[in-house]
């Protein structure tokens, strides 16, 4: 009988290395790791991660009727066919964001089920992810690849509503957390900044987490970060962010490392 892997989900925000993780994962002998399942528009997959199984809305074209409880049945089917049993494989997941979570009724009640184990990858500076995230949609790349050329974007943050969006985005942090707590999600938290700065020591403890050999030398991705460049200099109204988040709480992350207040080492190739 073929042993049953460890189900697990890596809960997340856009533009906290995410991508570049589920790819890293996908590379290891006895991981399966898929990117976001349950994306709420996207039908295919993106070109990174395990590809052998179709997004959930795909799958539920396949499987009508799906409203009400049928989708619910149908989300439970879909995941006892993302977890299922493959020879030599130890641990099978997927990449969750944070609004498909609460889009999909009841999901993490049935990873809850099926003791998934969350990766809770998080991004402390909030303010470089949002302005990663804007220069993503300018220039329609959310995963750069190796030797790709992604040209030089600036954006422009609306800095009236910039510090409320912050504050939105912590709270979402903690309903997750809060959410987890609740169900009793085993989970490990993890930050994109202990990710850049102690690379190898948190992929031993990822690996570690989901009962795997902990063979940091087997993994590999292809993704890497679109922009060298600091946050800020991408920025076009970068005085007028720095004198909107001056003397409050989110200042820290003006700061040109991208990291925690004090800074991490320099950024070394999470995407």
């Known amino acids: 009988m073929r ?28 991981v399966v790791a898929y990117a976001e399942l349950f994306h709420l528009e996207r039908r295919t997959a993106p070109g990174y991660g395990a590809l052998d199984i179709p997004y959930f809305a795909p799958y539920l074209d396949l499987v009508l009727p799906w409203t009400g409880r049928a989708r619910l049945y149908h989300r439970a089917a879909f995941l006892h066919r993302v977890y299922a049993a493959r020879p030599g494989v130890r641990a099978v997941g997927f990449k969750l964001m944070y609004d498909q979570a609460q889009a999909h009724r009841a999901l993490l009640e049935l990873l809850a089920l ?41 954006v422009s ?6 510090h409320a969006r912050l504050e ?8 997750a957390r809060g959410r987890m707590e609740r169900l009793r999600l085993p989970r490990l938290e993890v930050s994109y900044e202990e990710l850049v700065a102690h690379r190898e020591v948190m992929l031993a403890r990822i690996l570690g987490f989901l009962g795997v050999e902990r063979r940091v030398d087997l993994l590999d ?31 820290w992350m003006l700061g040109e490392s991208m990291q925690m207040p004090g800074g991490f080492a320099a950024y070394r190739g999470a995407a």
């Open 3 to 30: 042993r049953s892997p460890v189900p697990f989900v890596v809960l997340t925000s856009p533009r906290s290395g995410s991508g570049w993780l589920i790819d890293m994962l996908s590379s290891h002998p006895e």
């Open 114 to 154: 099926r003791r998934a184990r969350v990766i809770h990858l998080t991004r402390a500076n909030l303010l470089g992810a949002l302005i990663s995230w804007q220069v993503a949609r300018e220039t329609g790349i959310y995963h750069a690849r190796r030797g790709e050329i992604v040209r030089r974007t600036v």
């Open 157 to 162: 943050l609306d800095a009236e509503r910039l």
């Open 168 to 175: 939105q985005n912590e709270l979402v942090v903690l309903w």
């Open 221 to 251: 991705s292809q993704l890497v970060r679109a922009s060298p460049s600091s946050h800020l200099e991408m920025v076009e109204n970068a005085d007028e962010v720095g004198a909107t988040l001056a003397g409050t709480r989110f200042e």
